[in-house]
């Protein structure tokens, strides 16, 4: 059949139904919300004098949920203007209309009996071959069915998104056994191409796969907690970013998604899995019993294992509980010696290993909670899924993890954590030793650029399904590495395309990546068709290095600052004018240099979760890499007849001045970071291989080398009496300080220009040079030097 989903209705608008709304309005879906009716009116309504027939009554509970969803942060929608596609009605006014929508999504509330009385209605209106599923997070899939007409059974799964919807990558397909197989392979595909999640195959077990895990994980981290005798804030720094999980750890995160919500699973599991062999750990300790029993559920209630206060002077603070006396207290930092070996080392793969095998408190809670989470996922299969990727991904996926259960054991080692396992009472599963006696001591490998796993009924390794056309670059470290130096590694991707990857701090433009964008390039244009510059972590780059442009700033060193902002032009340029195509693949942050580099390129491939801004200001600086050159260019070819041309400059200006930062690739078009021709990318295990297929089409459509520009216009001494005017203003009202000011003149004075008479077309290197001659002078200003020590130092910006 072929299948297409123009229109999606969406039956329930709680936080997750008006959320699913929103991501599938994201991708350009026409979406039908609907909810309930109320019973009668509230206050504000009876002082109107209205009826409970006034349709404003009616929708008052949809349209409620979803003007919060809309105000919510962070945004639920890449760009505001999506809301249009989303229509508001309610179940019995408005059900009819389901007749023409191409997927039905029931979102009410987790009672099965509730949804029952939905699918009943649904029967009623819903166009016979019409998908229709339930985005439940526990109840069986497959008593959601009973009753319903064999049409409904066969086109009837589950959908299972996680919170929120747009941000967490997993959807879990639950199919029945009555489910056809076209509507499994169709979601699968949906979910992957078009709604950019990594689209997981469950089976209809309690919990489905990522909760199952990640809420055992939860539970037998607390256990180990109660135990070992760890504090709130230590847990959180151990179970954070330093292992490649979420910011908000463990505490944060519970204390966010409700207290009540992660319990009421776990009592679920525990009631539910009489077989299960650690049915035990489902069991509340102390530590989150307690919370329960007093309602402290989180930020749902005020308070949960932390709480905002406010003293006596109205100053805000965050205070922790106390796990022993559950009074509430200063937060604890934790201070771990094994943290601090590994502190700068990026790659979490590498710092694994170190923290599982360090001494003292920290080694210990590692290996409890992994040895103990190895063993469980290890007892799952072929429970809740028959292969053990399917694992990884979903709560890698799930809870924002960077690397799943099976790829974290892996970068341990299986045989010997094996071993530990059992010595300390965790024995894995039999398959697990069958496999290591075989002679197979990992659960993933890599061959000719793709990625394996270990299949267990066939005792050999097979190819991931769906990864066979995408970009890995760990499939491409043992064979096709070209170039590298400590900041990034060049890799030969196939087809005559090179990928560069950047492997710095938070990737961070340094003097080793600047000169392997260069070697890279030289490369690419001596044998290959293209590059593409992207990676596989969280973020882009956050932009230049700023240590050691602080050095030389400190040592008033303005020479080398000079030969090092005009290398860091030279390079952006070289990206523009190279004779093979480069395109650069963005994620995460592309701020600064990052967000400079991309300007510079061919062609950008973002992931619609880009990031991206000039942020330089925030350190007393102005765009130096080619940045504020750029924004003029396409200020200059933005121009039209008739149009006031200082609007659009000014636009610009302020986009720098105020250093916004797009919160979505959309947003990043609509400041003019990326332009009409670039391309977004929703899946972002996809993100490299659209990249790398962009570089081949223009490759093949006879790229050329382009000239350097001469006739970027530049409006001279009337700009600058503009933009002088109103940073005056801006300063006379204290909404800037002094130097916000001075440094708002020198953007000014390189997008006009300079002093010049009249309108005048100028060329890139005439802006170039004002940029860094601008760039400089402000390294010379102390006040420059104590925002950059600030963001160095204490890592928070400073407003002087």
């Not at 894995?428 to 650029?449: C, L, R, T």
């Amino acid at each position: 059949m072929n299948r297409a989903i123009k229109k999606v209705a969406i039956l329930g608008s709680g936080i997750m139904g008006s959320r699913i709304a929103c991501h599938f309005a994201n991708i350009g879906v026409e979406v039908l919300l609907l909810d309930i009716v109320p019973k009668e009116l509230d206050d504000t309504e009876k002082a109107k004098g209205l009826t409970l027939e006034d349709k404003a009554v009616r929708n008052r509970i949809v349209n409620s949920a979803f003007q919060n969803t809309l105000k919510s942060k962070p945004a639920s929608l890449y760009d505001s203007k999506k809301a249009s596609l989303v229509t508001l009605g309610n179940f019995e006014d408005d059900m009819s209309k389901i007749s023409e929508y191409d997927w039905i999504m029931e979102v009410v509330v987790e009672r099965l009996d509730i949804k029952k009385i939905v699918f009943e209605q649904v029967e009623k209106y819903r166009k016979p071959g019409t998908l229709i599923t339930s985005n439940t997070s526990g109840i069986p899939i497959h008593f959601m069915a009973e009753g319903r007409s064999e049409d409904f059974k066969k086109h009837f799964c589950g959908t299972h998104f996680f919170n929120p919807p747009r941000y967490l990558r997993l959807l879990e397909i639950i199919p029945t056994k009555e489910t056809d197989q076209e509507v499994i392979d169709f979601l699968m595909n949906y979910g992957d191409l078009f709604l950019g999640k990594e689209t997981v195959l469950c089976k209809d077990t309690p919990a489905f796969i990522a909760n199952r895990i990640g809420i055992y994980a939860i539970m037998s981290g607390m256990h180990a907690v109660e135990k070992i005798g760890l504090t709130v804030g230590e847990v959180d720094k151990l179970t954070g970013p330093i292992i490649g999980r979420a910011k908000s750890a463990t505490f944060r995160t519970m204390d966010v998604v409700g207290l009540d919500t992660t319990v009421n699973v776990a009592n679920g599991l525990y009631q539910g899995l009489p077989n299960d062999e650690s049915r035990e750990a489902f069991k509340l300790p102390k530590i989150v019993q307690e919370l329960y029993d007093r309602k402290w559920w989180g930020d749902k209630t005020k308070q949960g294992y932390f709480k905002k206060t406010v003293d006596e002077n109205g100053k805000k603070e965050i205070l922790e509980l106390n796990l022993k006396t559950f009074e509430y207290g200063s937060r604890t930092k934790g201070h771990f010696d094994a943290i601090g070996q590994v502190k700068d080392i990026e790659n979490v793969k590498e710092r694994i290993p170190i923290l599982v095998n360090s001494d003292g408190k920290a080694g210990e809670f590692y290996r409890t909670t992994f040895y103990d989470m190895f063993k469980y996922c290890s007892m799952r299969i072929p429970e809740i899924a028959d292969e053990l990727y399917r694992i990884d991904h979903a709560v890698a996926a799930g809870f924002a993890w960077e690397i799943g259960p099976f790829a974290t054991w892996d970068v341990l080692g299986v045989k010997q954590t094996a071993e530990k396992m059992e010595a300390a009472g965790m024995k894995p599963a039999d398959w697990v030793g069958e496999m290591i006696a075989a002679g197979h001591e990992s659960f993933y490998k890599f061959e000719n650029g793709k990625k394996l796993y270990y299949d267990i009924p066939s005792k050999s390794y097979k190819v991931i399904p769906g990864t066979e056309g995408l970009v890995i670059l760990d499939a491409f470290k043992e064979n096709n590495i070209v170039y590298q130096n400590p900041g990034c590694t060049l890799y030969d991707v196939g087809d005559g395309i090179l990928n560069l990857e950047f492997h710095s701090k938070m990737n961070a433009l340094g003097a080793e990546i600047i000169e392997g964008i260069n070697a890279s390039i030289s490369k690419a244009e001596e044998s290959y068709r293209g590059l593409v510059i992207g990676n596989e972590g969280q973020n882009f780059s956050a932009g230049a290095n700023l240590a050691m442009l602080f050095m030389y700033a400190g040592d008033q060193d303005f020479d080398e600052i000079n030969m090092m902002i005009g290398h860091f032009q030279n390079t952006m340029m070289r990206a523009r004018y190279s004779s093979i195509p480069v395109v650069v693949a963005t994620s995460g942050m592309a701020l600064g240099g990052g967000c400079e580099l991309s300007l510079h390129s061919d062609h950008i491939q973002a992931h619609t979760e880009t990031y991206m801004g000039l942020v330089e200001v925030g350190v007393g600086l102005i765009p130096g890499g080619g940045g504020t050159k750029e924004m003029t260019l396409r200020t200059s070819d933005a121009y039209r007849a008739g149009d006031p041309e200082l609007n659009v400059l000014q636009e610009n200006f302020m986009t720098i001045a105020t250093a916004k930062v797009a919160t979505s690739a959309y947003e990043a078009r609509d400041l003019g970071f990326i332009r009409k021709s670039d391309d977004f990318t929703l899946n972002r295990a996809r993100l490299l291989a659209d990249a790398k297929n962009k570089a081949i089409e223009l490759a093949e459509a006879g790229y050329t080398q382009p000239a350097q520009r001469t006739d970027i216009k530049v409006q001279g001494k009337s700009g600058l009496a503009m933009f002088e005017a109103g940073v005056a203003g801006m300063r006379f009202g204290n909404y800037i300080s002094d130097h916000d000011m001075k440094i708002a003149q020198k953007i000014s004075w390189v997008m006009n220009g300079g002093d010049l008479s009249a309108p005048t077309l100028v060329s890139e290197q005439y802006l170039l040079d004002l940029e860094r001659e601008a760039f400089l002078s402000l390294t010379g200003e102390p006040k420059t030097l104590e925002r950059i020590h600030s963001i160095l130092f204490k890592g928070k910006p400073l407003r002087n």
